[in-house]
């Protein structure tokens, strides 16, 4: 068994354009026969150019396409027996709706009374009996999809691939066409391979999602893999709302985070630098003092099921999903479950911080002023003479509402024994030597942990300041 | 004071002024001679004379003759052409298009005389190939025309129409006659109707190639020339009459597709 499962296999698949620009790179997938595959990303990831290459219309630069394992690499599209639904449909329109359908059939040079046999049996599986003879252009929107959708099924193609199908629907008439979609997949057992950069969509109907970025295969999953153990930060933002922390597991099944010591189920090595995510409507409210983590309610939103709550906890920020409603400025405590904290390795150790702008404009952090210009972080803005700072647009900005999102990596910090000279004080919670240096995590005085490389030895639990030079910080603002 | 006040209707008095000036007024001129004779009293001899004449009837023939071979020849040529560059990258696009569309920056008669020396050199002798030189001078002078409404039909075709073909099973050659062509039809016909007519008519190229091609318009020059205006006054109508029809003929793909014109 194992090959003659797979209906289609990609291997090592690369396209690069003339100017250097890689669309998809080292691009390997395993598709099952009549398996419902999605490509879910943003737009520019890669997923469309991964379609066009399994139907033909453009050529990997490197690598091999394997249907029913045969190569058809470089077969062309006319050679495949695989159709395509175009994202604008791309229907005839100088032919009537039968002849259309029958194009393909026609090609393959069927029987006539054949072609009229299917057409008219497509034409009532997508619930358009009796149109034969209408024009394209007569047509609505929706029905033009559905006629998309029955030309490339009347050949009865080995897989549908369908690029953004619904993309050009209003909402109600998207949320059907899946429902419809799907029940034709069940019904036909079609391999279909779906694109689409709308995570919902992507969720209702896959039997399997690859979540794509920058050409790069992400993860790949069930929809209930992909929503509830996202591999990295990327896929956590991607799929569904999340709160995204940078922390450490501080020992079994246990992992700081936000502020606070929570219990966890995945089972990852003490010391650790991890990323921590937490979906919204998995974060319960409790009195003050009952949670974990405790902070102050920032504002709330009514979205009809639920409220949004944004709570501030130190220098964190948690959004909570909540039948329940709060009051901004209400102090509340906050508990989640251990099996809803999704812990990843983190990749990345980029230490970030919020820092305030100050009534004279200087960026602020724990008291201490970075020698910068907020004119110069916040692109395109400028100061008045009457002391307002306008943005880009014109409009201004109140430094009481705006954040500046500073970050900078493990080794450009130091450490120092004199504590007054650092920007922030804390004391060494974990230290693992990485070969050529120490990684330190340094616990602040205000419940944040930095990640500090050094080639020296320091001691567990050493108090120290944290030098951090100006020209090695990356600023983004927040508002 | 009086304010002075436009209404939209005041703004298309100008126009009704040129048209009145320009179409109406000459129209009507042109009916009174065609229908009257040389002492003003009403007559239909000049109609009857240009369909009884052998002369006249030949010259409309042979005029006919000359207009579809030379908007067949713009055809096959400018097709290829407008549908190399409607595929082609934007670099050569450029390059490709003007070299097209520059001769027609330069003074027309200037273009024929060095037509005109050019085929005395090949030929030697211009009056030996009349026919075939008055098609090489139209077809000179009316390509782009042709080329210029094709191109913008085909460029304006949706990539994924041909995607959709090859996908059903269609081969590139097959793509090409049931997608491609089809859908090219309103511009051929627009490049057709705006090579074919001024071929009937258009003897001053003729004139100046030296050319004893004998076609309508140089029929008309010779009545007028000859102070026959009621004679040369029916023949205008006569060739108005079937500019008309024509344009009935490809009206309704015509109307979406002018814009290739509107380059030039």
Known sequence: MGKSENIIELKHITRTYEDGFSAVSDFNLEVKRGEFVTFLGPSGCGKTTTLRMIAGFDLPTSGEILLNGEPITNLPPNKRPINTVFQRYALFPHMNIYENIAFGLKQKKTPKDVIEKKVK??????????????????????????????????????????????????????????????????????????????????????????????????????????????????????????????????????????????????????????????????????????????????????????????????????????????????????????????????????????????????????????????????????????????????????????????SIQPSDIRMTDNMEEGIVQGYISNLIYKGDHYSYVIH???????????????????????????????????? | MRKLSFSRKSLGIPYALFLLVFVIAPLLVLFYYAFTDGQGQFTIANLTGFFTNPNTMGTLCYSFALAIVTTAVCLLLAYPIAYILAFSNMKSKSVILMLFVMPMWINF???????????????????????????????????????????????????????????????????????????????????????????????????????????????????FAAYNWHGGSMIALILLGIICLFTLLTNGSEEENTRGGALL
């Open chain 1, 121 to 406: 049996k497509v034409l009532a599986l997508v619930d358009l009996e009796g149109f034969e003879n209408r024009s394209v252009a007569t047509l609505s929107g929706g029905q033009q999809q559905r006629i998309a959708i029955a030309r490339a099924l009347v050949n009865e193609p080995e897989i549908l691939l369908l690029d953004e199908p619904l993309g050009a629907l209003d909402l109600k008439m998207r949320k059907e066409m899946q429902i419809e979609l799907k029940a034709m997949h069940d019904e036909l057992g079609i391999t279909f391979i779906y694109v689409t950069h709308d995570q919902e969509e992507a969720l209702t109907m896959s039997d399997k999602i690859v979540v794509m970025s920058e050409g790069k295969m992400q993860q790949i999953g069930t929809p209930e893999d992909i929503y509830n153990e996202p591999k990295n930060a990327f896929v956590a933002d991607f799929i569904g709302e999340s709160n995204i922390f940078n922390g450490i597991m501080t020992g079994k099944l246990k992992a700081r985070f936000c502020g606070g010591e929570f219990a966890c189920v995945d089972d990852v090595e003490q010391g650790t630098h991890i990323t921590a995510v937490v979906r919204p409507e998995d974060v319960e409210l409790t009195a003050p003092g009952e949670g974990i983590i405790s902070g102050v309610v920032d504002s709330v939103i009514f979205k009809g099921m639920h409220y949004e709550i944004t709570v501030v906890s130190g220098k964190n920020e948690m959004v909570i999903q909540s039948v329940r409603s709060a009051t901004p400025g209400e102090r509340v405590g906050m508990r989640v479950d251990p099996e809803n904290i999704h812990i990843m390795i983190a990749e990345d150790h980029t230490n970030i911080f919020a820092a305030d702008i100050n009534p004279d404009f200087h960026l602020e952090y724990n008291g201490h002023i970075l020698d910068t210009s907020v004119t110069k972080i916040i692109k395109g803005s400028r100061r008045t003479e009457d002391g307002t700072l306008l943005d880009a647009h014109g409009e201004v900005i109140d430094p009481k509402k705006t954040k500046i999102m500073v």
């Open chain 1, 444 to 479: 602040t005085d205000l419940e944040q942990d930095f990640i500090v490389n050094d080639e020296y030895l320091w001691n567990m639990d050493d108090q120290v300041g944290l030098l951090m030079p100006v020209d090695k910080m990356k600023f983004a603002l927040k508002r």
């Open chain 2, 109 to 223: 008669s200037l273009r024929i005389t060095a037509l005109k020396e050019v085929l005395t050199v090949l030929e030697g002798n211009l009056a030996m190939h009349p026919f075939l030189n008055a098609v090489i001078g139209m077809t000179y002078d009316f390509l782009p025309f042709m080329i210029l409404p094709i191109y913008t039909t085909i460029s304006k075709l949706d990539k994924a129409l041909r995607e959709a073909a090859m996908d059903l099973g269609a081969s590139e050659l097959e793509t090409f006659l049931k997608i491609t062509l089809p859908l090219s039809v309103p511009g051929i016909i627009s490049g057709v109707s705006m090579v074919f007519l001024p071929a009937m008519t258009n003897y001053v190229v003729l004139d100046m190639l030296y050319n004893s091609t004998y076609i309508m318009g140089s029929l008309i020059g010779s009545y």
